[in-house]
């Protein structure tokens, strides 16, 4: 029987990660005694434990190997090669009174393992295909990204998408081997979405200087903190202010300021509470 010997065309052809699934799809090196085709593909089964009927009953032998980039699985292949012919040439298929089999003679169970072996060898990183999380990526956090790739709260979905295209490409060109991104663009619109809720937290508080035509009397000196327009706190300073509105909000003290504007119903100046 020839062999015939299927190439992995894409880098990441054999990495599969299913929505929910703790890991990557585990891959394998497949071997056909049936009809001698000998390819990698990544096992299609969610959990990966599960195996065709040609499998279990050894039609096709299955050798576990790393999620290889496609230039080293392919490389490899051609390594296993002499070992699959020796495999195919002392092979049979027989009808074991239930099932089709396949069986080994003594030299294809000897150039099995000799697959076994070379499946299971240390590869260098270069020839891997790794995933890092969009978590992992922005490894200082969702500041790291706003300040990196000047995210705000009126970044469009068009813009996100192509933020998160740039990371992906930067991820898979900048380190070792072909490292795939996941989810950037759904945390990065996570924290645009955060930034808008920020902003519209902040438009409801601003600083007062207490004045009796806001509820005062005319010997009440020094600032309130009013939200939607009804008192909060009496403030000594504008800093104190950013202490309590940083409390209440749970937004970082660190992001939020205190800026000159004119009060609407008084006409006299007073400050709005803002992000940096």
């Known amino acids: 029987m020839e062999l015939t010997i299927t190439p992995v065309a894409e880098p990441d052809e054999l990495f599969c990660h299913y929505p929910g699934q703790y890991s990557p799809q585990p891959v394998v090196l497949a071997l056909s005694l049936k009809d001698g085709t000998l390819g990698c593909h990544y096992n299609p089964n969610v959990g990966g434990n599960a195996m065709p009927m040609s499998v279990w ?42 099932n089709h089999v396949g069986q080994l003679g003594p030299r294809a ?15 260098d990183p270069s020839e891997l295909v790794g995933e890092m999380t969009a978590e992992d990526w922005w490894i200082d956090g969702r500041q790291s990204a706003i300040d990196v790739l000047g995210l705000t709260a009126d970044t469009t979905d068009e813009q996100i998408a192509a933020m998160a295209d740039e990371q992906v490409t930067a991820a898979r060109e900048g380190g070792e081997g072909y490292t795939i991104l996941t989810g950037a663009r759904e945390y990065l619109t996570a924290i645009r979405d955060d930034l808008v809720w920020d902003r519209s937290e902040m438009d409801r508080w601003d600083v007062v200087t207490k004045h009796e ?29 950013v202490a309590l509105v940083a409390r209440e909000t749970g937004i970082d003290k660190d992001r939020i300021r205190v800026v000159a504007s004119t009060n609407p119903v008084t006409a006299e100046p007073c400050w709005e509470v803002a992000l940096s």
Request: hydrophobic share 45%; charged share 25%.
């Open 213 to 241: 035509s806001i509820g005062y009397s005319a010997e009440d000196t020094g600032l309130a903190l009013q939200r939607d327009g009804v008192w909060e706190h009496d403030v000594p300073t504008a800093a104190d202010a």
């Open 57 to 98: 009953h050894q039609r096709t032998l299955w050798f576990t190997i790393p999620t290889l980039t496609g230039s080293a699985a392919n490389a490899l292949m051609d390594r296993v090669a002499p070992l699959a012919r020796e495999i195919l040439a002392d092979c049979e298929i027989v009808w074991d009174g239930n």
């Open 109 to 123: 169970i000897c150039a099995e393992g000799e697959i076994n072996v070379l499946c299971k060898e240390e590869f």
